[in-house]
């Protein structure tokens, strides 16, 4: 059994599996980093440069949490999936399966927008994260230096939970603190798209998260999609052009590229449209698990959201379906029932809505933060438990 990424969704799949398995079953885990990477925790960028990007509070050691069971680790990055031959290839060889979990996540989509890949920032990844939060700090040395009362100007493209989150972060953050006495408060902006800002989220979410970023002094702008992305300016689908030190892509995500040419059914942005069981059709003993798969309820109709939640939730079902296939037995649907949905913003603040009831400030941060310690403390126990 093998299985393709460690993230929440490939690793929660083969810490199943080796709970579930009576007789030991061994499944080679295998991820491109030595490390889970807490990706839902990414946008603490003021936290990471005031670390000096030491990420091991962003991380968890593999080798440690998977001692003592029977999930053996293999560093190697996936190249290629061959569903003729059962075999994966990897960077430096190749692995065969018998049955498999495809759990590569997702990657940022640019949608062909000149300039953005090259020119704007990331949260989505742990480098991209380091590597802003380097740059947010430099940016903040130099504006010591800034004529006047100018202040470095910083844009947040998209308006979803992760440009929300990443924007009132940077908006809170002390960065006297992280860069100096000298540092200027930059000036933080959040351009939202097409789709409307926290789109699906509940009303009173939304208007508690507005009224937040309005008091910590982001500037949301409204409707306009990014057209190009130039050195120090960001042009915007009304013509004009708006000028920032730093850009950050937090637009949107799609399959990665060796996902997306699998010749399986894909869904949007490159997803691999699963089966009520997560099995990909066509390939018994396949599956795809987490952001890598879409996956229509069949109650509601609805695409089960690319949340770490979500993966989470899948992930047990496809370690028993995975199992299932092993002995022959048949095969159960998954079920998605979402927990509530947390929204952090920024220093102390957030806001969520747990079973219809909405909460924000103080107590929703503490149980954001709850919630992401029991989520850490339980992949370290071998049972990665749901996350908000
Ligand atoms: C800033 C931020 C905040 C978020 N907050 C929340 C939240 O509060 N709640 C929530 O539920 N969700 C949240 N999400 C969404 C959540 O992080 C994703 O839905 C979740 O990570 C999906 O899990 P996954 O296992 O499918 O993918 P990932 O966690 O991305 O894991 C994929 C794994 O595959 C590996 N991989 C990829 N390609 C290769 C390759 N070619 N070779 C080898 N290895 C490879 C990667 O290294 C990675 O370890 C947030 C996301 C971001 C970016």
Redesign the pocket.
């Known amino acids: 059994m093998v299985v393709?990424?460690?993230?929440?969704?490939?690793?929660?799949v083969a810490q199943g599996v080796a709970r579930r398995g009576r007789d030991r079953i061994p499944v080679i885990l295998?991820?491109?980093?030595p490390v889970?990477?807490l990706?839902?925790?990414?946008?603490e960028v003021g936290r990471l440069a005031a670390a000096g990007e030491d990420a091991r509070s962003w991380t968890v050691p593999l080798a440690r949490v998977l001692e003592r069971t029977s999930v053996e680790f293999r560093q190697?990055?996936?190249?290629s999936i061959d569903f003729d031959h059962r075999q994966v290839e990897?960077?430096g060889g190749s692995v065969s399966f018998g049955t498999l979990a495809i759990?590569?996540?997702?990657?940022a989509s640019y949608y062909g927008v000149p300039g953005a890949p090259e020119l704007t920032h990331q949260?989505?990844?742990l480098s991209g994260?380091q590597r802003l939060a380097r740059e947010l700090k430099e940016t903040e040395v130099r504006s010591a230096q800034l004529p006047g009362e100018a202040r470095p100007r910083v844009l947040v493209i998209g308006g979803g939970?992760?440009g929300t989150?990443?924007a009132a972060e940077i908006a809170t953050t002390d960065w006297r603190k992280v860069s100096g006495p000298g540092a200027r408060p930059p000036d933080v902006f959040l351009l939202t798209g097409s789709l409307p800002f926290l789109a699906g989220l509940p009303p009173k979410l939304i208007a508690r998260a507005r009224s937040v970023l309005h008091r910590v002094g982001v500037t949301m702008i409204h409707g306009y999609n990014v057209t190009r992305v130039d050195p120090s300016r960001v042009g915007i689908a009304d013509g004009s052009e708006l000028a920032c030190d730093l850009a950050v892509w937090?637009a949107g995500?799609e399959a990665?590229k060796?996902v997306r040419e699998l010749p399986v059914p894909h869904g949007k942005a490159g997803r691999i449209a699963v089966g009520p069981t997560l099995e990909v059709p066509g390939v018994p003993g396949v599956f795809a698990?987490?952001?890598?798969?879409e996956l229509r309820d069949p109650e509601t109709g609805s695409v089960v959201?690319?949340?770490?939640?979500?993966?989470?939730a899948e992930?047990r079902t496809a370690a028993q379906n995975l199992l299932a296939r092993r002995t022959g037995v048949p095969l159960v649907p998954f079920q998605y029932r979402e927990r509530g949905?947390?929204?952090?913003l920024g220093r102390g603040a957030a806001a969520g809505a747990v079973r219809h009831v909405t909460i924000w400030g103080s107590p929703a941060a503490l149980l954001?933060r709850i919630?992401?310690r029991e989520y850490a403390v339980s992949v370290e126990r071998g049972e990665a438990s749901?996350?908000?």
């Open positions: 393709l990424g460690a993230g929440y969704a490939g690793l929660s295998i991820d491109r980093h889970h990477v990706r839902t925790e990414l946008y190697g990055d996936v190249r990897l960077d759990c590569l996540g997702s990657v949260v989505y990844r994260a939970s992760t989150e990443l937090c995500l990665p060796i698990v987490g952001d890598v798969a959201p690319g949340t770490a939640q979500a993966a989470i992930a949905v947390l929204v952090a954001k919630v992401q749901g996350l908000l």
